[in-house]
């Protein structure tokens, strides 16, 4: 067993498989639509383009429920697509850390953390939250909160980082690439270059629905928390699956 793998194993031991969150303001319809039960999930490979086709499948309609406005920032409720992936964060553009390297494919009403891209085309570029979008993140065992994750922060004024120039300037370990999203059906897509992940082609996967909460007001708890995992491909987060060629 590598050292990544002891990693991610030790990680994942420490969330539970599914868990209704108590401690966060969720939407009771995410714990029993079918649009977060994932049916099925796939990484592929295509060398014609030279990108990779990340897809999970639930037994609903992918993408189409989403978050009610909170009304502010702090407690605002973000729904989550999630692969947890065996890749370095130095991969995907940030400085060499501890955590676990996920692309969230998130839908968040409250407010927009891609300034760079315009994904509903309106020459506004401040108000696309609630339309699905990719980050990635760095992952953090974290008992805290009910999911037993949260994305990784640092202190900007004490902590040295490396973020990707795409970050959306939170102190978090996060990235708004702005590859694009395909909600259709029963699927959901987000189609990554191969460049963009340090051309890594192989590596291991699982995938996730999720709830997470942002808080900007108790120290006592992370800035952005899992609070919810409604559904495991795998049904323990091992990442067994292998991108497919």
Request: overall charge negative; charged content about 20%; hydrophobic content about 40%.
């Amino acid at each position: 067993m590598t050292n990544r793998m002891f990693q991610l194993l030790s990680l994942f031991a420490l969330v539970p498989t599914l868990i209704w969150g108590q401690g966060a303001q969720e939407d009771p319809r995410f714990a029993n639509t079918p649009d977060l039960d994932i049916t099925n999930a796939s990484v592929v490979y295509d060398d014609r383009l030279d990108q990779l086709v990340f897809t999970i499948e639930v037994a609903g309609a992918a993408g189409q429920t989403i978050p009610a406005a909170h009304g502010q920032l702090d407690g605002a409720p973000v729904l989550g697509y999630v692969f947890p992936t065996s890749l370095s964060p130095t991969d995907v553009g940030f400085g060499d850390t501890e955590g676990i390297v996920a692309l969230a494919l998130t839908s968040h009403p409250d407010f927009d953390d891609t300034p760079l891209w315009d994904e509903d085309n309106d020459r506004n570029y401040a108000n696309d939250g609630v339309i699905w979008h990719p980050h990635w993140v760095v992952l953090n065992g974290d008992k805290r909160v009910e999911g037993g994750l949260s994305v990784k922060q640092f202190d900007p004024e004490t902590d040295a980082v490396q973020l990707p120039p795409t970050n959306p300037g939170m102190p978090m370990y996060m990235d708004s690439p702005g590859y694009p999203v395909i909600t259709r059906g029963q699927t959901i897509r987000v189609v990554v270059p191969a460049y963009r992940i340090n051309n890594q082609r192989s590596f291991q996967f699982d995938a996730v629905t999720a709830y997470m909460q942002v808080n900007t007001s108790r120290k006592d708890l992370p800035m952005l928390g899992v609070y919810s995992v409604y559904d495991v491909q795998s049904g323990d987060l091992s990442l067994p699956y292998q991108v497919h060629q």
